[in-house]
């Protein structure tokens, strides 16, 4: 399936700041690139999941609450390919993905899906734009190429100056942003975020999760954050609430 993307009609990320925006295409908007059906994990007797269906549209951001140890995680990691299901199904742009083996799934994974994690898990001896070109180049992309993607990409988190600067050299908010740019500077299909704003105080969180989303929609990517935080899930399109490994609740329009 060939992949689209929805062009922004008013306005995006201008200097590095996020503002709101819609999608020319309605039909474009509504359609689900990830979907996850009846899906099951077991860890050895622990049940992480117990029965989720759950689908998220092209330039939507989904949060995933509820509470610790309830199987927030272990959605994500089943929907992304790190984690195959014991039972159900994971599609991924009209694709079923979850009975790939582990290289094709690796590749998707460097392909199609970008990640956030709340440690932003960055290499700390690499400056900020070799750090964002590293995927593109362990994926066969010119080291020259690479890198020019990589700083247009920081520059697009606002980071235009900062690509020079190594991990320890940025604030945690900093950071944190090159590691937005690390997961779209390959174009993915969906972002996946596992508590991206747990590090940081409250103003540099939302912040950071604007921007995420902002510019992870504004590429007509989907979004999939797991969050503890209420003001973060009210950034998102719709919430969805895992408990006991099961859809508790699902709140918010379907777009
Ligand atoms: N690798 C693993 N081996 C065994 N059990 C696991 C493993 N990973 C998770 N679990 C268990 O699966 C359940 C769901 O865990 P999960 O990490 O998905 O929770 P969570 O909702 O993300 O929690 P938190 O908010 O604390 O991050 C928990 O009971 C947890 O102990
Ligand atoms: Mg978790």
Redo the contacts with the bound molecule.
């Keep these: 399936m060939p992949r689209q993307v929805c062009r922004p009609t008013n306005r995006g990320l201008i200097h590095g700041k996020l503002v709101s925006m819609s999608f020319q295409s309605p039909q474009l908007a509504s359609q689900v690139v990830l979907s996850g059906h009846g899906l099951v ?1 077991y ?2 007797p ?4 117990a029965g989720v269906d759950v689908g998220v549209r092209a330039g939507e951001a989904l949060a ?1 609450m ?12 089943v929907l992304a390919g790190i984690l195959t299901p014991d039972q159900g199904e994971v599609w991924l742009g009209g694709e079923r993905v979850d009975q790939l083996n582990d290289a094709a799934r690796t590749v998707l994974r460097r392909r199609r899906l970008g990640f956030v994690f709340q440690d932003n898990q960055l290499l700390a001896e690499l400056p900020a734009d070799e750090n964002v070109a590293l995927p593109l180049m362990v994926d066969g992309v010119s080291r020259r190429d690479a890198i020019g993607r990589a700083r247009a990409t920081l520059a697009q988190v606002g980071l235009a100056n900062e690509v020079g600067r190594r991990p320890g050299e940025l604030s945690g908010g900093q950071a944190q942003r090159v590691a937005i740019a690390r997961a779209l500077v390959g174009e993915p299909q969906v972002v996946f975020a ?2 991206p704003t747990g590090a940081l105080d409250a103003t540099t969180g939302s912040q950071v999760i604007d921007l995420l989303i902002g510019a992870a929609t504004h590429r007509g990517a989907a979004v999939v954050v ?1 969050t ?1 935080d209420n003001s973060v899930a009210a950034r998102c399109h719709r919430t969805l609430t ?1 408990v006991d ?1 099961r859809v508790h609740e699902s709140l918010g329009a379907t777009r």
């Design positions: 994990k860890y050895g622990v049940v992480g999941l995933v509820g509470p610790s140890g309830n199987g927030k995680t272990t959605l994500l990691h596992d508590e797991v503890h895992i490994g």
